[in-house]
């Protein structure tokens, strides 16, 4: 049955893929626009459109059945993910104010599971019964993980281009560079909205189970990736600018050959977790890419300062988020 709160939840969960977008907008278009390949407007417009695209490609919905499945079925209900919602918006509007590319990913992840652990508490179960901890630890895992493999791929990718192209004139090679960078950024945009739509797939999904609109075993309906992915492509297309300059330059000036080395290496991670299901951090991707790219110039070329006030970031947001979803559900819980 269709009811009000249903709407409100599949409402939030479509603002949330929204500013999704628009948060995460800067990991995909920072090293193109900081290089001047394309301006904001059209970086934005670039990564929009292969947000989209990403649709019409990735059909297996892994990452959605992780996200579903994060909260054990006994403990999910309307409330608790309308509570995991609200905090998970409240803390990506926060660090989007700050500049802060902190993970849309786990903001939603603790936001979920912190409201199922407080539903469980509130049936005097322990907390930890709610959560499907091999899944918790799994995604956990590569916020070290995803950004040391981004590291390591884009070290060897512009390892490679400086070694096939050292005897190439420097403007010649600019030039390629350059186009190469459109491509290597609508491959980062594509894998992106790939791996963030399906999150709030998942989430919408289960709302429509914990309603009794659709069984567990039910396939996905089909209007629910098309609204998914068209709301991170309008969020992408309403830019991130205050977090493009961190991405961009604060972490280590990029050029156009280090562009298409950084948004390669982060688009062929994002396809290979995506192809084993774990929903990882776009951010906490590219971030680590970025900093791969840095270090084969000199260790030094890396601001290591602002490195480590986003690790700081990376590791608090699956605790506050969860922490904020757990209040709230409280709250609502005193209230019913």
């Known amino acids: 049955m269709v009811t009000t709160l249903l709407v409100v939840v599949i409402i939030m969960a479509v603002a949330f893929d929204y500013i999704n977008g628009f948060h995460d907008a800067a990991n995909s278009i920072a090293t193109i626009v900081s290089t001047k390949v394309l301006s904001p407007f059209q970086a934005v417009l670039w990564a929009a459109i292969f947000n989209f695209a990403a649709y019409f490609y990735f059909d297996d919905h892994k990452v959605a059945n992780t996200i579903a499945k994060t909260v054990l079925e006994q403990y999910i209900t309307l409330h608790v993910i309308f509570a995991g919602l609200l905090a998970a918006i409240a803390w990506n509007l926060l660090t989007w104010y700050y500049g802060i590319p902190s993970s849309s990913s786990h903001t939603l992840i603790g936001g979920f599971g912190g409201a199922g652990m407080a539903k469980a508490l509130t049936m005097g179960d322990a907390a930890l019964q709610a959560i499907n901890v091999s899944k918790i630890l799994t995604t956990i895992s590569f916020i070290v993980l995803a950004p040391i493999i981004g590291m390591i791929i884009s070290v060897i990718i512009t390892l490679v281009i400086i070694n096939v192209c050292r ?75 205050r977090i493009v300059k961190t991405m961009g330059s604060r972490i280590t000036k990029v050029t156009s050959l280090e562009g298409v080395g950084a948004e390669s290496a982060g688009a062929v991670t994002l396809g290979i977790t995506e192809h084993f299901g774990i929903p990882v951090s776009t951010t906490h991707t590219i971030t680590g890419s970025i900093i791969g790219v840095g270090l084969t110039k000199r260790v030094s070329a890396v601001r290591w300062g602002v490195t480590i006030n986003l690790i700081w970031a990376w590791i608090l ?18 209230f019913q």
Request: hydrophobic fraction near 50%.
């Open 167 to 241: 005897h190439a004139k420097p403007a010649t090679a600019e030039k390629w560079f350059k186009r190469l960078q459109l491509l290597s950024s609508a491959a980062l945009s594509f894998t992106h909205g790939g791996n963030d739509a399906q999150k709030v797939m998942g989430i919408i999904y289960v709302s429509m189970v914990a309603a009794n609109v659709i069984t567990n075993d039910a396939s996905m309906p089909e209007w629910i990736p098309v609204v998914c992915y068209g709301a991170i492509a309008l969020g992408t297309m309403s830019g991130g600018w």
């Open 317 to 334: 947001t699956i605790p506050v988020s969860a922490t904020l979803a757990a209040l709230t559900y409280f709250v609502i819980n005193f």
